[in-house]
């Protein structure tokens, strides 16, 4: 089916190869050592610009000055990454890339965010930055730091005069005294120590024109003897004449230190013959006031100049702070962008590939917090399908390899019921047919596909119908899983004998699945073998009837020859041998009646009869005719009345008690006991005795008519017995009793029967049924 062209579907992100990762780390290393370099190389460069053109210690200021630059390099580095960032958001929504739309709105949101809080901030700093500056170059402040610098310079003044001033009276007193150098050395001495005390001063020095001391007082108690001064450069000063005065700070110790030339006029010439120095004492807190007064005053001289310059300095610094912010809120949004849409873009992807077939597909963006979660949820998820598929490939092969052995197994199955002699019918838990083989058609005379598929209750006659209930029934009734019987059956225009063997069929958790119904057509083969038991009936009494006509024909001769002979023994003789004729022909007829016997064996007529009261009978009359023979019993006392035929039950007993005593010794035993099976609902008898015994070879042939161990025995007894015991729906078994003997095993239905007003024959009796 085409598409619809107007329909575009979504574009997929396409996350990075692992090459394209290593090539961008190797980028970012590089950018940021060339940043750091830039930084290092603006910032000395500024410096050096600076300090050439102004001494100021702003300029001087490194730490301003770099990090003025890292906000200007990070500003341009985020204008870059926004840029590119941008355009890459463009082309994606152009594109149309999954994430790309909730990418800018995420973006967008943190710029407003940013953008507000930031203008304000803007905005209020530089109201405050203005309030301080004009605060700070106040024109009271700027007169007021005028007024401080002239009373200093006043002051400073003063000191200057009064000490120019006594050093000159000093000067004119030693010009009008004409105390020259070389002459009135004492009187020099002792005028500068008269006025050291006049003037109150810390010394007073004289030099002579060449620089050598001439006079030295010093007042020690003002000046420390180890201060050392050099006066020379000083006395160099005023070698043109004029007063120099100059303050220095020595030890602790201010002075201000005051140079006269000494002059005479030799013929209308004036000459310097010396110097004096006054050392004048100066408050050294009144100097150190005077030197902050001033520093400060030029301090803020220097700043006023700055002004302008510092006002856009800290604006321009407030605005990149300003930008740094905005960009960083722009370049964080698009990171946190990338971090959930990357995800989601791949997200998108692996649902596009499971959807197209490929669970092998794995998502490896890093995410963090709740995107982490889902990331490695999807991948559990793919990894759990993947692993599903296999499963499912692997069982789907395992389902194919089964269900050819199946068919395999059910061909073969087939085949086998196919050609299989006897007819196999199943019918499931609700009746319907689901298995007619062919043996099944013919025996029934149906069709497969008449019947396949249907309930028996429709597809079977009435009479089939009611031969499968019957055994079902009869199944349930000894709750046994299967029963077998031989049953009569006609179809169409034959009767027919089959061997029917019903079985229950039983799911794994032995659930009720239905039944399979087995049954062999005997018909043929029970006429065949009666016709071969016939042959074999009649050979034996053919054999058994030559056997005394033997002696017949043999008396017969000695009575005739005796007869002609005249012999005078003809009585004795005749005597004897019409007795072994009479014998012979009562065994003949014996034998003829226990033939009759067995051949017209009456339909057995159950009614209630206690069991242990027909053996107990049995066991009085043969107990009481041989006394050495030792019989031993053992009832159950739970078997009650049961539902037999009490003359039939008593020849099985009596032919059983017949071969034990042929069979046993003088002195043997005989051991009966009874045992109620509930569950299986049988009775089972156990006869066994210490005589020889039966050998393997004859067990098979023991219950055959005809078949006998003894000299004298018609072969019939065991026979009626096991037609008996058929008869009554029974079984009988023999084995060897050990260490010798025979045991033989009867098991007959046992349905207990209560009697209505107790054990009276003449009341009625209920069966009891089980549930």
Avoid: C
């Amino acid at each position: 089916m085409p598409s619809d062209p107007q329909i575009t579907k979504p574009s997929i992100y396409i996350p990075p190869t692992e090459e394209q990762l290593r090539d961008k780390r190797r980028r970012t290393t590089f950018t940021i050592l060339g940043v750091f370099i830039a930084l290092i190389g603006m910032t000395f460069l500024e410096n050096y610009f600076l300090q050439a053109q102004s001494a100021s210690s702003f300029g001087n200021n490194i730490t301003v000055l770099a990090v003025f630059n890292i906000i200007l390099i990070l500003l341009f580095l985020l204008i870059v990454l926004i840029t590119r960032n941008l355009i890459k958001v463009y082309n994606e929504r152009k594109s149309k890339i999954i994430g790309s739309k909730f990418q800018t709105k995420l973006i967008i949101a943190f710029l407003i965010l940013a953008l507000v809080p930031s203008i304000l901030l803007f905005t209020v700093a530089s109201k405050l930055f203005t309030f301080s500056i004009g605060n700070w170059f106040n024109l009271q402040i700027e007169q007021t730091l005028q007024y401080s610098m002239d009373i200093a310079r006043d002051y400073y003044s003063g000191l200057e005069k009064r000490a120019l001033f006594k050093a000159k009276n000093i000067e004119r007193f030693i010009n009008s005294q004409e105390l020259y150098l070389k002459l009135k050395r004492d009187r020099l001495k002792a005028l500068a120590q008269e006025k050291v005390v006049e003037y109150d001063l810390t010394g007073i020095l004289i030099y002579d024109n060449e620089l050598k001391p001439i006079v030295s007082e010093i007042d020690s108690s003002k000046l420390s003897s180890q201060t050392r001064l050099n006066y020379s450069e000083l006395i160099q000063k005023s070698i043109d004449g004029e007063g120099v005065t100059e303050i220095k700070m020595t030890h602790g110790e201010s002075l201000m230190i005051v140079v006269v030339p000494l002059t005479e006029t030799l013929d209308g010439k004036i000459s310097i013959w010396g110097y004096i120095l006054t050392l004048n004492p100066v408050f050294k807190s009144s100097l150190r006031k005077i030197e902050t007064i001033r520093n400060t005053f030029e301090d803020y001289q220097q700043q006023s100049f700055l002004k302008l310059p510092v006002s856009a300095n800290y604006y321009t610094t407030f605005l990149l702070i300003t930008l740094l912010v905005l960009f960083s809120a722009i370049w964080l949004g698009f990171y946190m962008a990338r971090g959930i849409t990357v995800p989601i873009q791949q997200l998108a992807e692996g649902v596009r590939r499971i959807t197209e077939g490929d669970l092998d597909f794995k998502i490896g963006a890093r995410a963090t917090d709740e995107i982490a979660i889902l990331v490695d949820s999807f991948n559990t998820m793919t990894r759990e399908l993947n692993e599903g598929r296999l499963n499912i490939q692997h069982a789907h092969e395992d389902l194919k390899r089964t269900n050819v052995e199946l068919d395999r197994r059910r061909n073969y199955i087939e085949t086998i019921l196919d050609n299989i002699g006897a007819g196999v019918v199943s019918v499931d838990k609700k009746g319907t047919i689901t298995t007619f083989n062919k043996a099944a058609e013919k025996i029934l005379n149906l069709k497969n596909e008449n019947v396949f598929g249907s309930s028996y209750h429709d597809a079977f006659d009435f009479s089939y119908y009611q031969a499968i209930r019957k055994l079902s029934k009869s199944m349930n009734a000894q709750n046994k899983e299967s029963i077998e019987e031989q049953i009569e059956l006609r179809v169409g225009e034959n009767n027919l004998t089959l061997l029917v063997n019903v079985q229950i069929l039983r799911g794994a958790t032995r659930k009720y699945r239905g039944l399979v119904i087995v049954f062999e057509d005997l018909t043929h083969l029970m006429k065949t073998q009666k016709i071969a038991a016939w042959k074999e009936v009649a050979q034996g009494i053919a054999h058994e009837i030559k056997n005394p006509l033997t002696p017949i024909q043999l008396n017969t001769q000695r009575l005739k020859k005796k007869y002609y002979e005249n012999r005078e023994d003809f009585d004795r003789v005749f005597d004897e041998s019409i007795n072994i004729i009479t014998q012979e022909v009562e065994g003949m007829k014996e034998l003829l009646n226990e033939f009759l016997r067995f051949s017209r064996m009456p339909t057995p007529n159950p009614r209630p009869t206690s069991l242990h009261k027909i053996i107990d009978d049995i066991l009085i009359s043969y107990s009481e005719h041989d006394k050495n023979l030792k019989i031993k019993k053992n009832f159950d006392p739970n078997l009650g009345v049961a539902h037999i035929d009490p003359e039939q039950i008593r020849r099985v007993f009596i032919n059983l008690f017949e071969n034990a005593t042929d069979a046993i010794e003088m002195g043997g035993s005989i051991h009966i006991s009874t045992r109620v099976l509930q569950k299986e609902k049988i009775v089972r008898i156990e006869f066994s005795d210490d005589g020889a015994g039966i050998s393997p070879a004859d067990r098979d042939k023991l219950f055959l008519p005809h078949f006998t161990t003894k000299k004298r025995g018609t072969g019939l007894g065991l026979a009626i017995v096991n037609r008996i015991i058929v008869d009554h729906n029974g079984s009988i078994q023999v084995r060897d009793n050990h260490p010798k003997g025979t045991v033989f095993v009867i098991d007959l239905p046992y349905f207990p029967i209560v009697l209505e007003g107790g054990n009276s024959s003449g009341r009625k009796l209920h069966p009891i049924t089980s549930s």
